[in-house]
């Protein structure tokens, strides 16, 4: 099993492109999210799916979309990039949410200039 | 709200010497506690969790952690430090009447110095 993958690694945008991050896992897993790794604030959750078609918003929603079309596939967009976009995302899926550990992408280092 | 907090932004020991990661948390309800490992350049990986039953559990690499619901604390322990087990170490809490969502705590860098 390759796990979580996630593409690019890096990117570079700037201010107003759009662009998409890209998340798929090969485990059946139900439960997806994304997150964003700010140094000095831990990861913040961004929007989660709980299985295709269902999709749901984080602590920090604002500026990005998602949908969940496949089980496999859980892509975040990026509408209109900001520079307070710059980040590492990390996309995570479980069996299913709350008791059950997730499982981590390598992440996407993203520079807004 | 849910909550978790790190106190220490990095905790230094020398190999061979326990170590402890501190975490408290604020739920209401029963919480559900995890803590997860991140090396440089990867993504997190899990290492332990504390759902319900013992208060001491144990993890990989010889990690074990204690939940005290008294203290609202679930520290990350380990006997004899490691110099490999220099790395970020995240806690991270949900609750049975909101499992959907997983709040991670701002992370504790420990640095193991031969």
């Known amino acids: 099993n390759a796990g979580v993958t996630q593409t690019p690694k890096f990117q570079v945008l700037k201010t107003g492109q759009s662009m998409t991050l890209q998340c798929a896992q090969d485990?059946?897993?139900?439960?997806m999210s994304w997150y964003r790794q700010d140094p000095g604030m831990g990861l913040r959750l961004i929007h989660y799916s709980v299985g295709a078609g269902i999709t749901d918003q984080g602590e920090v929603p604002n500026g990005y979309n998602v949908s969940r079309s496949t089980t496999e596939d859980f892509p975040l967009r990026l509408l209109s990039a900001a520079p307070s976009q710059t980040s590492v995302y990390f996309c995570?899926?479980?069996?299913?949410?709350?008791?059950?550990?997730?499982?981590f992408g390598p992440g996407t280092r993203l520079t807004v200039t | 709200a849910q909550s978790v907090a790190q106190p220490e932004d990095q905790v230094n020991v020398a190999e061979g010497n326990p170590l402890t990661v501190k975490c408290t948390y604020s739920?209401?309800?029963?919480?559900?506690l995890f803590w997860y490992v991140q090396y440089p350049n990867r993504g997190l990986q899990f290492l332990l969790k504390y759902i319900t039953g013992d208060n001491l559990v144990k993890g990989s690499y010889g990690f074990e952690a204690e939940f005290n619901k008294s203290q609202t604390s679930f520290h990350l322990k380990k006997p004899s430090a490691l110099v490999s087990d220099s790395a970020l170490y995240f806690c991270?809490?949900?609750?049975?009447?909101?499992?959907?969502?997983?709040?991670f705590g701002t992370g504790t860098r420990l640095q193991v110095f031969p």
């Open positions: 739920v209401s309800g029963n919480p559900y």
């Open positions: 485990m059946n897993h139900e439960y």
């Open positions: 991270a809490v949900s609750h049975y009447y909101n499992t959907d969502k997983l709040i």
């Open positions: 995570a899926s479980s069996y299913g949410q709350g008791t059950y550990e997730q499982y």
